[in-house]
């Protein structure tokens, strides 16, 4: 089964052909980044435009690639959910489109759900059940996956996302945006032990996660040092703000490990290529001997390749969508369409 998908949820406008849940025959990604950084972050009006104009030659290179025509994919696959609406609506529009069009079914696909199956691709023998850690701009969840499509969620971020108290902290500390990742790189030459910051945690909830008192830790920081004209060193204040978002995310996942008796962490969602996440998850699951699945980079960050892996799965599920799908700005990953 091949299915075309799409994703437009954010600031990527991506389309790939994906075989039966794993195999990527293409993947093709476009990027707005660059022109997002000129104001700091993702501006929507923007996101929409881009994507309106980027979606087709984006669709017709991942079907070239492929060496595919249109009416020889299987079903049309698109993130539905959840996302900035406008962009969100421009993959679900064009999506419908092309259904209608080809008479494919169509399939609707939840964000949080790719970034997962994203790792179908990157290890084809991983299979439910597991636990898994998604991290993104958007959201922090731990997640039981009990199947493809039977998910469950224990913990979440009761303010910020992981990658939001990155990218948040990262300006403060003069970084361009997206910064969680130059935050990342710059970290690795600092000092994590510098600066002694809060690792929050949520009474009476060990696996959720409150991101935006460290936050504000940081940005009180570096105010009191230039009001008293004290210079920080931007290595060691990175270092040791990943340290304590690294130590709050390993520290509710490992309880919830504990408490599961999961044998298998899974790592999703942009946040996943985080250099500390990934060595502090490798060190914590030799130790305790669990098996550990995280993706590629290049399948961290979005890309269409995860949407039709998780299409896939849908599908088989018997999760089709009609000409009245519509985009949502906020989903419950454990809801189906
Ligand atoms: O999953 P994603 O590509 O988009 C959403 O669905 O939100 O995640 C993007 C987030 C951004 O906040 C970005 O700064 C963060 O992932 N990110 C990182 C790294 N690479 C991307 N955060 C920390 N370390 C990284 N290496
Ligand atoms: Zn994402």
Redesign the pocket.
Known sequence: MRILALES??DETAAAVVEDGRRVLSSVVASQVAEHRLYGGVVPEIASRRHCEAVVPVTEQALQEAGLALGEVDGIAVTAAPGLVGALLVGVNFAKGLALAARKPLIPVH?LRA?IAANYIASPGLEPPFLCLVV????SHIIRVDGYTRIHVLGRTRDDAA??A??KAARAMGMPY????E??RVAEGGDPGAFRLPKPTVDGSPYDFSFSGLKTAVINLLHNAAQKGVQVSIPDLAASYRQAVVDCLTRNFVHAAEATGARKLVLA???S???LLRRRMQELCRQNGWQLFMPQLSL???NAAMVGAQAYFEQQAGHFAGMALNARPTMSIEAGF
């Open positions: 949820s954010c964000h970034h993104s701009g958007g959201h990658g939001e990155f990218d997206p910064g969680g990742i935050l990342d969602g942009g946040v290529a985080n250099t961290c960050g979005d």
